[in-house]
């Protein structure tokens, strides 16, 4: 059997993992990497990161590759570490690791895996600088083509799409000041004696943030380890839009450093549930089962204060108490939980089930009903999105000393904010504040840091799917016609009606089935194609967890694939 990876990056460090450790020789594996190397993928190489960026998981929490970090780390250059100042006695598995160390720490596990997959008589091929720009399913040959670099076409039995982040340009290299996303961070090493704005307060924003700082100053420390900022460019000032003006929550002890995996329903579990309502899988009985269960067993004070709460009443406590703050002071005081929190080794247990939550709903999403999906959609991710970015905490010591410098600041924008590109540079920010007053404001720089979106049906890079219906939409049912009847009277334009006069709801990306496999126009899966690209899945896959996600997923499509 042929199997083609497409991209080389941590999600097909994974699913080639699974192939190697099943030993199965009758196997060959070609593997398209569009850069030189394999293992660091956007985010842990230059593509995605500086000097100047860490990761947000430490190495208890990374998945069983082939040797753990607290191991690798003594085979590293000295000079490497020097570089990033770590000696490698006093590291341990809790310590977070620079990105591009991590992206190093990658490379070496694949290259560990090529030479057992060479014992084990599987041939692997590598071909670097081939970027994948068509896929053609070709049915009565039982053969998929992979088009490579616009000329070249070659045909496998099977291909496992892994080509990862894609952040699209609409005007960045038209309008000058203007940037899509702050990827590569090169290009942000640049001076600005204007207001910068940055949309977003995710950990992209972080990303762009600390890069921006070194170039227009630099950070020092007192005595005590408290970080200030130094501005060297007069003018230089930062200010992040956020939807609701809060700043991301920092990394904790996770008393799971895995996030659960073992609370995901089983198949059984989610069919039985499905029979009993309607082929639905309630959002509430996963709020239940893998978050409000967890409470009362960690954390029994906390659970007497939601457990009559429904899910909106819950994110409605949550969020209040957030908002109420100003941001930076509560980054402050949770800067001081956290470290509490890490230093003995004890979770913040509400956190740690809220990313349990998030892990176990990825799998089942596509069995909400509509209904659920977008209470999923505006009520439960934007507190989760907050919750579980785990910011480290050096990341969130440079945001205060910034803060408090005077060059940081964040605006809350609301839902109808909009960013106005102009033709001769910059954008003109456009929202309403607190009271309803509408703002407009000017800046001669703007970097887009609203992290990976989840890209649309149309947007998928490979023509020939689409044209040949061999991928469709992904969407979701409505339980109640009542229900999509009144988000269509409320202007949603993601909700439509087939010719079977069903109700739907549009989600991001395509299809695909429980196994990863693409489905078409006739809901017919296909043996062929298995996509674990995140930024096409999204609409079934809601949240994705990374690496988490990415071991998961390559294990259930390894099993499908050699099954």
Avoid at 37 to 54: K, N
Avoid at 397 to 403: I, T
Avoid at 494 to 515: A, Q, T
Wanted: glycine share 6%.
């Amino acid at each position: 059997m042929k199997v083609a990876i497409l991209g080389g990056g941590p999600s097909a460090l994974f699913i080639y993992k699974r192939f190697i450790e099943l030993s199965r020789q009758e196997i060959e594996i070609d593997i398209y990497e569009k850069g030189d190397r394999l293992g660091a993928g956007m985010p842990y190489s230059t593509s995605g990161s500086g000097d100047e960026h860490i990761t947000n998981v430490s190495g208890n929490e990374i998945p069983d590759i082939v040797k753990p970090i607290a191991e690798w780390i003594h085979t590293v250059p000295q000079d490497t570490l020097d570089k990033y100042g770590i000696n490698p006695e006093e590291f341990n598995e809790f310590r977070t690791l620079p990105r591009l160390l991590f992206g190093d720490y990658l490379r070496d596990q694949f290259a560990m895996l090529q030479r057992s997959a060479k014992e084990k008589g599987i041939s692997t091929r590598v071909f670097y600088g081939s970027m994948v720009t068509d896929i053609r399913d070709d049915v009565p040959a039982e053969q998929v083509h992979v088009e490579i670099n616009e000329r070249e076409e070659y045909s496998y039995d099977r291909v496992v799409i892994c080509t990862g982040h894609l952040w699209p340009r609409k005007y960045e290299g038209q309008i000058p000041g203007y940037f899509d996303s702050p990827y590569p961070p090169a290009k942000l090493a640049l001076q600005s004696a204007h207001p910068i704005a940055v949309r977003g307060s995710s950990l992209t924003a972080i990303d762009a943030i600390r890069t921006l700082a070194r170039s227009n100053g630099y950070f020092e420390r007192d005595e005590q380890g408290r970080a200030s900022f130094v501005n060297q460019t007069p003018g230089f000032r930062i200010v992040m839009h956020s939807r609701n003006g809060l700043l991301p929550a920092l990394r904790f002890h996770l008393e799971d450093p895995h996030l659960g995996k073992q609370t995901v329903l089983s198949p059984e579990e989610i069919a039985s549930v499905r029979s009993e309502n309607e082929g639905f899988l309630p959002l509430d009985y996963v709020f239940e089962k893998n978050f409000r269960a967890g409470i009362r067993e960690n954390d029994p004070e906390f659970y007497e204060k939601i457990k009559d709460l429904s899910l909106e009443q819950f994110v409605a406590l949550v969020m209040d108490l957030r908002e109420k703050l100003d941001p930076f002071v509560l980054l402050d005081a949770e800067y001081t939980e956290a470290e509490r929190s890490i230093k003995r080794r004890e979770s913040i247990y509400w956190k740690e089930m809220l990313g349990v939550l998030s892990f176990a709903m990825n799998y089942p999403a596509k069995y909400f009903s509509a209904e659920d999906m977008i209470r999923l959609q505006q009520v439960l991710m934007p507190l989760i999105a907050v919750v579980i970015a785990y910011v480290p905490q050096n990341s969130a010591q440079e945001l205060l000393a910034m803060h408090r410098a005077g060059c940081l600041e964040i605006v809350a924008v609301g839902e109808d904010s909009e960013v106005l590109p102009q033709t001769d540079g910059g954008i003109i920010y456009r929202y309403s504040d607190g009271d309803g007053v509408t703002k407009e404001e000017y800046f001669h720089l703007f970097v887009d840091c609203i992290g990976q979106p989840h890209l649309s049906f149309e947007e998928l890079p490979y023509p020939s799917l689409i044209e040949h219906k061999t991928v469709s939409r992904a969407k979701i049912y409505f339980r109640k016609a009542a229900a999509a009847k009144k988000e269509l009277e409320n202007g949603n334009p993601k909700v439509f009606m087939d010719h079977s006069n069903n109700y739907y709801l549009l989600v991001p990306g395509i299809s695909i089935n429980d196994s990863f496999q693409a489905v078409d126009d006739f809901n017919a899966l296909n043996e062929r194609i298995y996509v674990m690209a995140v930024p096409f899945i999204g609409g079934y896959n809601p949240d994705y967890s990374g690496l988490d996600f990415g071991e998961a997923a390559s294990a259930v499509i390894a099993k499908a694939l050699l099954s």
